[in-house]
């Protein structure tokens, strides 16, 4: 069996923390990417990246296109 997700070792407990404490995860957040991911329905990680990367546009008031330059900041 593939594994997708991975190992964060030592560092978990403090995500764990972080995304309890500033709500990281309630759907106000994450509601966007799953949005796509619906949209889109991808048989591979590698067919979500490219779809994602040509779809995805940050939220504000002027939207930008998400890059791989974006993610990496």
Do not use: H
Not at 19 to 45: D, H, W
Not at 58 to 64: D, E, F, L, M
């Amino acid at each position: 069996m593939k594994v997708y997700s991975k190992n964060f070792g030592k560092k978990e407990k403090v995500l764990n923390y972080t995304n309890q404490t500033y709500q990281l995860s309630r759907p106000n957040k994450v509601g966007a990417v799953m949005f796509l991911i619906r949209e889109c329905q991808p048989k591979s990680i590698e067919e979500w990246e490219q779809w994602y990367l040509a779809n995805a546009y940050t939220a504000g008031k002027k939207p930008a296109k998400v890059t791989k330059d974006v993610l990496k900041e």
